[in-house]
């Protein structure tokens, strides 16, 4: 089971850490992505990486902004996200499988958290 956690509100600019905490299973092995979907749109891929190397793919939108990492002792993945935008708005969600090419397309991960709430305010 994946839980998601760290959304809150946020003037444009700033920043928050979104976690992923696994239970049930270990992240030893495979990737964990983070997704977000605001309303009135579709899922999209935020970044993702991979359990054991921590190979990392960002979507072109975030990259520079956002970084995906993960504390193998603690079993999370994170999510920093800076200078942050109205745009950025959504709930994120995360997601875990066996391979990297399977949590970054939004349809691809087989197992998802419930989602935590991001609001940028301008």
């Known amino acids: 089971q994946l839980q998601a956690s760290g959304g809150g509100l946020v003037q444009a600019g700033g920043s928050l850490r979104l976690s992923c905490a696994a239970s049930?299973?270990?992240?030893?092995?495979?990737?964990v992505g983070w997704f977000r979907q605001a309303p009135g749109k579709e899922r999209e891929f935020v970044a993702a990486?991979?359990?054991?190397?921590?190979?990392?793919r960002y979507a072109d939108s975030v990259k520079g902004r956002f970084t995906i990492s993960r504390d193998n002792a603690k079993n999370t993945v994170y999510l920093q996200m800076n200078s942050l935008k109205p745009e950025d708005t959504a709930r994120y969600y995360c997601?875990?499988?066996?391979?990297?090419?399977?949590?970054?397309?939004?349809?691809?991960?087989?197992?998802w958290g419930q989602g935590t709430l991001v609001t940028v305010s301008s």
């Open positions: 997601a875990s499988d066996s391979a990297l090419l399977a949590v970054i397309t939004p349809n691809g991960p087989r197992y």
């Open positions: 049930g299973r270990t992240f030893n092995s495979g990737a």
């Open positions: 990486i991979t359990w054991f190397s921590g190979t990392t």
